[in-house]
Nanobody, 126 residues
Framework: QVQLAESGGGLVQAGDPLRLSCAAS????????MGWFRQVPGKEREFVAA????????VYADSVKDRFTISRDNAKNTVYLQMNSLKPEDTAVYYC???????????????????WGQGTQVTVSS
């Protein structure tokens, strides 16, 4: 089991940066595929970014590519989502997610992730 806890959300203006953190307890994150998703009320949870085991590969949704960066600090057992040039349409609850270590693929579907944090709200004003 691994417990995930997101932090760093808040209210920002369009164009501002924000960094989200996802701290883990219980198990190491270094051997897991990690993902970030987001959700707005009334819509399905949407893929944002994913990071492979040992940080060799990243994938991003087209809507955030070149603006967001997913990264990991193994010493802190924490995964980050650096968000730059934020837009009002980035407003959502952001969730981090982890796959079991035996699953190696970078998946964009939420059902492929076994562990989830509680989410952190990001609001971008225009």
């Amino acid at each position: 089991q691994v417990q995930l806890a997101e932090s760093g959300g808040g209210l920002v203006q369009a164009g501002d940066p924000l960094r989200l953190s996802c701290a883990a307890s219980g198990r190491t994150l270094s051997t897991r595929v990690m993902g970030w998703f987001r959700q707005v009320p009334g819509k399905e949870r949407e893929f944002v970014a994913a990071l492979s085991r040992y940080d060799t590969t990243t994938v991003y949704a087209d809507s955030v590519k070149d603006r967001f960066t997913i990264s990991r600090d193994n010493a802190k057992n924490t995964v980050y989502l650096q968000m730059n040039s934020l837009k009002p349409e980035d407003t959502a609850v952001y969730y981090c997610a982890a796959r079991e270590p035996r699953y190696l693929g970078l998946r964009r579907d939420s059902v492929s992730y076994q562990y989830w944090g509680q989410g952190t709200q990001v609001t971008v004003s225009s």
